[in-house]
């Protein structure tokens, strides 16, 4: 059930297409970003993204005169801090027609046209990966990792984790989409798995999702069985170990408490994975599961939405003792146990990198899930854990 | 990091009218904001609104509520979808007491009449602010103009005059209420109290009281305008600044006791004798080399900052020397003895962290 189109939207808790683009494109460490709009459009992503970003700072006059100059002057600043230039136009300059394309004559310039009217952060994430033009090298060995953003707390950690498990397989990494340098996306191996489907490549053969541990196995099977080099049985050895863990600490949990009632927030892939893994370790019973992008299609039980006020609603109604999603789901019922699947994640200290695909990122939520509710019990003194 | 910091233009670097205004309006809690233009202008000013309002321990979520432009809007107008949204917000609960509608920088580049739109005989009181973002002003430009639209729902001027009305605290900064909390502890000596915030933490009803105070301070003089605005029309005297660093603060008493018949003498020997006191707990720092570097090339120099500098350097005896440990300038400028106690604190944590060997 989605938002419906054009209806207007009480506190919108995902951002706009242009913060999307920047977010994709200051993976990339060769990469200077520019924002060429106003300094209110610059400050929203330059203060979410741990990533150097450039601004055209536009005022009125240029508006009025034409960006160009202003937009050549900043080129020129930065073209020597780094390999590559990208610039994302925001929404003003995007309608006044101006041909952009002349100020990248002679030069290695990405130019990537996403206003923020052009929809959400899937949006313009995926029209910057568009504009990159990636483009597959059939000789190259090796797996390419996607569905990277900085604007995921879990960029790092999923980064990592994907690497760890490749290389178990015996494999070898390609291209992470979007990380590392640039010139990677244009000789991209011809084979992809995915740590957050919402943000797939398209680039190479997608051979899964990262995204929980029956996913795992069935992508480093699919692995084995199409790439050349990829054992899957350290892989699968590591799965059976890991879920012997969960099985263990989730039965240890279940013998003194209740299941949590859980409502999940979040991107969609992010949400239903979140879901699923309670239902099955914990056998939470799922209060509501809301998607903060459009479904590529439609989910059952999955309700897309961003408006605040339709969440706070879902939570009220469905009274959660525990909340996966953001700080602003938080805020609604303070008293549930909360765990963080989504930005912002606000009043705590984030500095390892923390993973939510692959095994550890399975037994990482499941960490994060059962000390937050066993802290709940404990805080409010009816039960306490063994 | 950010390219071409250009002192020559300033104005590049100060924000979105959008966010100012939002800043003042969503402290008005019985209002609903209704911003007209993309969603992810209403999410990054909620976003950022959100974060500060839970650094200053605040519950209270503002409503702000986009029209949500799309591409067709953006091409065919969105006059009629920010009609719609007047509508509905008019028929959702929670009834809004007024609304406020802000406009962003697409929607005046498309050319849509938001006041005309807002002037089509709602029942409760629609009242449009231009925040075109970055055009035609700056974050403070969206600042006052708030103050100002937020400032017609008030009635003209009647009845005693009591108390003391407080204009355009600075509600995204940390430390709004111990500030708010320093100007209260300094009017308890002249025997004044606060009639309003204006606008902090308050409804449409209190914003009635507006034109009641026996005076109004500002905030910080770029606020000149609305002072001027507000005696003009409920005919109310003003301070133009909270009291800044410790001279300010007992001139702000003189001024507080003119504009009030009070004889102020006791009040500023007392408040003397207390910053002596204060100043003495920070003697260790005598003979520290320190230096104040540039907050930011983005940010404008605040001349009131830079004489609370020059006074707290000569007060303790700091050296300022280029090779001096770098010391955080005071950003804004500190308001009453206590906001210097505690720019004094973060000085001598510095000194201590930094430069033992200084010493």
């Not at chain 2, 003209?156 to 995204?172: A, D, P």
């Amino acid at each position: 059930m989605p938002d419906p189109p054009h209806q207007d939207c009480t506190n919108p808790l995902w951002p706009c297409a242009m913060t999307g683009a920047v977010a994709c494109l200051a993976g990339f460490d060769d990469l200077a970003v520019i924002v060429h709009g106003s300094s209110g459009c610059y400050f929203y992503p330059a203060s979410l993204l741990t990533a150097p970003l450039h601004g055209t700072f536009l005022v009125e006059n240029e508006i009025i005169f034409g960006t160009e100059e202003r937009l050549r002057e900043v080129i020129d600043t930065v073209a020597g801090t780094r390999e590559h230039v990208a610039v994302v136009t925001t929404c003003v300059p995007a309608i006044l027609g101006e041909d952009l394309a002349g100020v990248a004559h002679d030069r290695d310039l990405l130019l990537v046209d996403a206003p923020g009217f052009l929809g959400d952060l899937e949006a313009g994430y995926h029209a910057a990966l568009e504009a990159i033009r990636p483009a597959v090298d059939p000789n190259r060995p090796g797996v390419n990792i996607d569905g990277i953003c900085l604007l995921d707390p879990f960029c790092r950690g999923n980064i990592q984790e994907a690497q760890r498990l490749l290389t178990a397989a015996g494999g070898a990494v390609g291209t992470t989409f979007c990380s590392g340098p640039l010139g990677a996306a244009g000789r991209a191996a011809p084979f992809t798995v995915g740590t957050n489907p919402d943000l797939a490549s398209g680039v190479g053969e997608w051979c899964g999702s990262l995204l929980g541990l029956d996913a795992v196995a069935e992508t480093f099977e699919r692995l084995a069985a199409t790439c050349d080099g990829i054992d899957p049985s350290p892989v699968a050895h590591e799965i059976a170990e890991a879920e012997k863990r969960i099985e263990k600490a989730c039965d240890k949990y279940l013998r003194r408490f209740e299941p949590p009632r859980v409502a999940v927030f979040g991107e969609c892939a992010y949400a239903a994975y979140a879901a699923e893994t309670l239902e099955r370790y914990l056998d939470a019973e799922i209060a509501c599961i809301c998607s903060r992008n459009r479904p590529a299609s439609p989910r059952r039980r999955i309700e897309q939405t961003t408006d605040f006020s339709r969440i706070s609603e879902l939570i009220t109604a469905g009274e959660p003792d525990l909340i996966i999603g953001s700080s602003y789901e938080q805020t609604v019922r303070p008293e549930a146990a909360f765990v963080p699947l989504t930005p912002p994640v606000r009043g705590r200290v984030l500095l390892h990198a923390r993973p939510l695909a692959g095994i550890e990122g399975t037994l990482r939520l499941l960490d994060d899930v059962l000390n937050a509710c066993m802290d709940l019990r404990q805080s409010s003194g009816s039960q306490r854990p063994e | 990091m950010n390219s071409m910091p250009s002192p020559s233009n300033p104005s590049r670097y100060e924000g979105c009218t959008l966010t100012g205004a939002l800043a003042v309006v969503t402290q008005v809690r019985d209002a609903a904001c209704i911003i007209h233009g993309p969603a992810g202008c209403t999410h990054h000013n909620f976003s950022l609104l959100h974060a500060t309002l839970l650094g200053n321990d605040t519950a209270a979520i503002p409503r702000l509520i986009s029209t949500r432009l799309g591409e067709n809007e953006i091409i065919f107008g969105g006059e009629d979808a920010l009609e719609r949204c007047i509508a509905r917000v008019h028929e959702a609960p929670p009834a809004p007491a007024a609304i406020f509608v802000l406009s962003t920088c697409i929607v005046e580049t498309i050319g849509d009449d938001t006041a005309a739109v807002c002037a089509r005989g709602w029942e409760t009181p629609v009242i449009p602010i231009r925040t075109s973002g970055f055009l035609g002003g700056v974050f403070q430009t969206g600042f006052v103009g708030a103050l100002l639209a937020a400032g017609t729902l008030a009635e003209q001027g009647s009845g005693q005059r009591e108390g003391v009305t407080l204009i355009g605290e600075k509600n995204l900064e940390y430390d709004v209420d111990e500030n708010y909390a320093e100007v209260v502890r300094l009017l308890a000596y002249l025997d004044l109290a606060v009639n309003l915030r204006f606008v902090r933490d308050t409804d449409t009803a209190a914003l009635s009281r507006l034109g009641t105070g026996a005076f109004n301070i500002l905030r910080e003089p770029a606020l000149r305008e609305v002072g001027e605005a507000l005696h003009r029309r409920h005919g109310t005297p003003f301070i133009d600044s909270f009291p800044v660093g410790l001279a300010g603060t007992l001139r702000f008493l003189r001024e507080a006791g003119k504009l009030t018949g009070r004889d102020t003498r006791d009040a500023v020997r007392e408040e003397e004798a207390y910053q002596e006191e204060m100043l003495a707990a920070f003697a260790d720092l005598a003979g520290a080399r320190v230096r104040f570097d540039r907050l930011s090339p983005l940010l404008e120099e605040d001349a009131a900052a830079g004489e609370v500098v020059a006074e707290l350097a000569a007060a303790l005896d700091l050296r300022v020397a280029q090779d001096g440990i770098p010391l955080p300038p005071p950003y804004p400028a500190p308001v009453g003895t206590a906001g210097v106690r505690r720019l004094l604190h973060r000085w001598r944590r510095a000194i201590r962290t930094n430069g033992r060997r200084s010493f």
